[in-house]
Each structure stands twice: as structure tokens, then as C-alpha cells.
């Protein structure tokens, strides 16, 4: 719905300019992003399946622990030692807040790491990707470009 939405505004309206995209970039760029955020949102949502809401929103909180250690693996961040303590702390917090979990399953919480890091990983590529060809796409040309290929990775079982 929102890629449809995103066209009307971008080709029918004429509201925000489209980006110049080859197919270069779309097939460098956008389909890894695409695929990384299809991930995040099949494995995120499958975890409902085996985890409560509340737990869910718990491990959630690990997103800004997954973000920089990727953005680290990936050179776009350097590791610091007091950012390094802070993400220490957020994982201790996460950890005993989760201690308690009584319908603990670890089917469900691996569903939802994986899309934690899925996420984390698009996000920095994102960044990366983009950056590197020397484009920036506001929200509605992301969602313009992003949205159908990440439709196509989700409507394959």
C-alpha cells in the first residue's frame, strides 16, 4: 500500500522530484536494502508468533547495541571506549529484563534478534550504499524505490 501511495505522490502528483536511478545503482543499492529490510520485517513479525509484545519490546531495545556494532563492522563508526561501556550497559539492561521472561522461547527470540540485526544492517547500508553513489532520498523517493523490492523479497515463501 505504501509503495502505491508513494508512486501517486511521486509520478502521478508530482509532489516530490523522482531520483535519477540507473540500474547500477538500483541493483547495488537498492535491492541489498530492500532485502535487509524484507528481513527485518518477516523475522520481527514471525517472533509475535513465539514471544509475547511485552518481551518483543524488551529486545527491541537492543537496536542502538546492533546499529553501532554494525556501523563499527562496517568501519562506518569507530569503536570508543565510553560508547562501548553505554552499549554494555543497554545489553545488562536488556539481559535482566528479560531474566524474568515466563514463556521465555528461544525460537521466538532468535526470530527476533535476527531481524534486530537485519534492521541494523539495512540501516547502516543505508547509509553506506547511498552515501557512496552521492544520493540522498527523503522518505517518500525510499519508500518510492524501496518499497516494490522489498514486496518482491517478501511475496517468495
Known amino acids: 500500500f505504501s509503495g502505491i501511495v508513494a508512486f501517486f505522490i511521486v509520478r502521478v502528483f508530482k509532489v516530490v522530484a523522482p531520483v535519477k536511478m540507473t540500474f547500477e545503482i538500483y541493483a547495488t543499492c537498492v535491492v541489498p536494502i530492500s532485502a535487509f529490510f ?24 537492543l537496536m542502538p547495541v546492533a546499529t553501532f556494532f554494525m556501523a563499527v ?10 560508547v562501548f561501556f553505554n552499549m554494555v550497559l543497554v545489553s545488562v539492561g536488556v539481559v535482566i529484563s528479560s531474566y524474568g521472561e515466563i514463556h521465555f522461547n528461544v525460537i521466538g527470540t532468535l526470530y527476533q ?5 537485519a534492521e541494523a544492517l539495512r540501516l547502516v547500508l543505508t547509509q553506506v550504499l547511498l552515501q557512496k553513489k552521492g544520493l540522498t532520498l527523503n522518505p517518500v523517493t525510499s519508500l518510492y524505490y524501496i518499497a516494490p523490492c522489498s514486496f518482491v523479497f517478501l511475496f517468495v515463501p
Open 38 to 61: 524484507a528481513a527485518s520485517l518477516w523475522f520481527g513479525n514471525t517472533a509475535y508468533l513465539f514471544i509475547s509484545v511485552a518481551f518483543i519490546q524488551m529486545l527491541k531495545a
Open 73 to 82: 563492522l562496517c568501519g562506518t563508526d569507530k569503536a570508543r571506549c565510553d
Open 113 to 117: 534478534v535476527t531481524g534486530i540485526l
